[in-house]
């Protein structure tokens, strides 16, 4: 009587830190029917890799300052030219803009973070090499929270790009970092904070946060 074998998956992982690279094969050289085929630590090296292989899923970080193109990027590409491929976000960064963006432009087919245990990441892979799609809770927590802030801020004028800077202004970031993560230049970041500050009727970023939060319009 033979018993069933576990399906063999083949993944690629794509992340600027190789510590990550190093932690990620531990979790997962030793689970039956995944085998990690190819790493990088940019996307140029990680195209050159899976051109020339079979991958059943690419496992990538989505900010990657060092990369010549940061995940979200990657992944467009990926599914213009290799649409087969099954693609998993494996991010700390869980900024609704980011996931919404993700998301919406549907170039991935799963979202978890990086501060999730090793049966969630196994979980993802299996359920996405199935077809089927799989976002962690604490993504689509931030996903909906998102939407609702686009939603239900219209009466500010605000658009989309600027709530996301606000998201990022929450969190106190520097120009430089929310430039990093919304893929945009630090010069557009300016400017869209001048806008901000404009719409809002605020002189800065202390005098913005307490705008926001008398009117609730972060969660």
């Known amino acids: 009587m033979s018993s069933e074998k576990s399906p063999h998956i083949c993944i690629a992982i794509l992340d600027d830190h190789q510590i990550v690279i190093d932690g990620l094969k531990l979790l997962?050289?030793?689970?039956?029917?995944?085998?990690?085929?190819?790493?990088?630590?940019?996307?140029?090296?990680?195209?050159?890799?899976?051109n020339n292989k079979h991958i059943d899923i690419l496992l990538t970080d989505i900010t990657m300052p060092s990369s010549a193109m940061d995940g979200y990027e990657l992944s467009m590409k990926i599914r213009r030219e290799i649409p087969d491929m099954k693609i998993l976000a494996l991010s700390m960064n869980e900024s609704g803009?980011?996931?919404?963006?993700m998301i919406d432009d549907a170039v991935v087919n799963g979202y978890i973070s990086k501060a999730g245990g090793k049966?969630?990441?196994?979980?993802?892979?299996?359920?996405?090499?199935?077809?089927?799609?799989?976002?962690?809770?604490?993504?689509?927590?931030?996903?909906?929270?998102?939407?609702?802030?686009?939603?239900?801020?219209?009466?500010?004028?605000?658009?989309?790009?600027?709530?996301?800077?606000?998201?990022c202004i929450m969190?106190?970031?520097s120009n430089k970092q929310i430039a990093n993560e919304l893929f945009i230049s630090e010069r557009t970041v300016e400017t869209h904070r001048k806008n901000i500050y404009r719409k809002t009727n605020t002189k800065?970023?202390?005098?913005?946060?307490?705008?926001?939060?008398?009117?609730?319009?972060?969660?």
Do not use: C
């Not at 803009?97 to 963006?101: R, T």
């Not at 605000?158 to 709530?163: K, Q």
């Not at 970023?205 to 319009?217: T, V, Y």
């Open 171 to 173: 969190k106190h970031y």
């Open 119 to 167: 049966d969630e990441l196994i979980h993802a892979i299996e359920t996405i090499a199935k077809g089927e799609y799989f976002f962690s809770d604490s993504v689509m927590q931030q996903y909906e929270a998102y939407k609702k802030i686009i939603e239900g801020n219209e009466i500010f004028h605000l658009t989309a790009r600027e709530l996301q800077i606000i998201s």
């Open 97 to 101: 803009a980011i996931i919404s963006k």
């Open 204 to 219: 800065g970023e202390a005098s913005l946060i307490q705008f926001i939060m008398l009117h609730n319009l972060f969660p």
């Open 28 to 50: 997962l050289n030793d689970h039956e029917g995944i085998e990690i085929v190819a790493e990088a630590n940019t996307a140029t090296e990680i195209l050159s890799q899976i």
